[in-house]
């Protein structure tokens, strides 16, 4: 995301992330006499969880990262996957720590409000149990007054329904579309909602919860290989587009 300035912030950092850069001119890296740099002001992370940090490690040979994160998921980095340990080895981390409901301006004309997103995913390490393992951001242009939301990991829309309100555009968990869609392919022994993702298909879905909002756009994202909606033909994404909502793509653009 960026004001306009040429100034980018990224949410998590996929494994991929070298791939995207690659694939976006405008975090590509440019040279001036301190060397190629990209103009990339800051990560901000929603959690720990490795498919959204590990494309950390391939930011390291910049001058320094800085990094936004609730002090939870800063611990589990330290003291879990010792990722972090790893990264300050090859730059400065520079650590902002993410407050839920604290504003915190990004640029001029953009900023955003933090908030927690409860979980009862059972803790993968010692350090990420507790409040502050999953965060949500709402992101607003001072400029438009529109804001958007972005949610790719959440168990239950319940205790966030209020950062939904007057929502111009949410990007939302869309891992699986059923609860027990890894456990019918024989991929996994748990649920959906126990890795912590709330299933699309259901009375008590995502779809049917947000389909009842009044949200501009809603735009699923996080979508696992195995969800059907990522076919175009599948009779669920027809579903989806039945009631508005969309699927994510890559070069996705979204303007506020």
Known sequence: MSPGDGRWFLFNASPDIRTQIESFPPLQPSSNPRGRTVPLQAVLLTDAELDHTLGLLLLREGRGLVLHATETVRDTLYGGTSLLRTLEAYCPVEWQPVIPGADVPLADGLSYQAFDVPTTKRPRFGSDAGKGRVAGYRLTDERSGRTLVYLPSVQDLTAVRDQL????????????????ELI???????????????????????????????IERTIYTHINNTNPILLEDAPERRI??????????DSLDLRM
């Open 165 to 180: 309100d007057d929502c111009t555009c949410l990007l939302v968990d869309g891992t699986c579309w059923r609860d027990d």
């Open 184 to 214: 019918r392919l024989g991929l996994a022994s748990k649920t959906a909602r126990e890795m912590g993702h709330m299933p699309i298909d259901g009375s008590d879905g995502s779809l049917a919860r947000l389909a009842r909002l009044p």
């Open 240 to 249: 989806l587009e039945q009631h508005g909502m969309e699927v994510a793509v």
